[in-house]
Nanobody
């Protein structure tokens, strides 16, 4: 069982930046494909970004491409989401997720482990 704990959320203004962190409770973190998802009120959970086991390949939703950057530090068992130029429509609870193998990185059902989420609110 892997536990994921997100941190770094908060209330910011449009145009500001935030960095989310997700710490994993496993010594084999480098064997997990990691992703970030978000869920706004009354909306379905949606894919934000994902990173492969070594961190060499990243994937992004079109809505965040060029503004968000996913990265990981396997020595620290942590995955990050750097969010720049935030917009009010980025307001949501952000979740990190992990899985040993992922067939479709953009699908929530592909992931086995989830964090509890961290709230990001962007005011206009």
């Amino acid at each position: 069982q892997v536990q994921l704990v997100e941190s770094g959320g908060g209330l910011v203004q449009a145009g500001d930046s935030l960095r989310l962190s997700c710490a994993a409770s496993t010594r084999t973190f480098s064997r997990y494909f990691m992703g970030w998802f978000r869920q706004a009120i009354e909306k379905e959970r949606e894919f934000v970004a994902a990173v492969t086991w070594s961190g060499s390949i990243t994937y992004y939703a079109d809505s965040v491409k060029g503004r968000f950057t996913i990265s990981r530090d396997n020595a620290k068992n942590t995955v990050y989401l750097q969010m720049n130029s935030l917009k009010p429509e980025d307001t949501a609870v952000y979740y990190c997720a992990g899985a040993r193998e992922v067939r479709l990185a953009t699908s929530p059902t592909a992931y086995d482990y989830w964090g509890q989420g961290t709230q990001v609110t962007v005011s206009s």
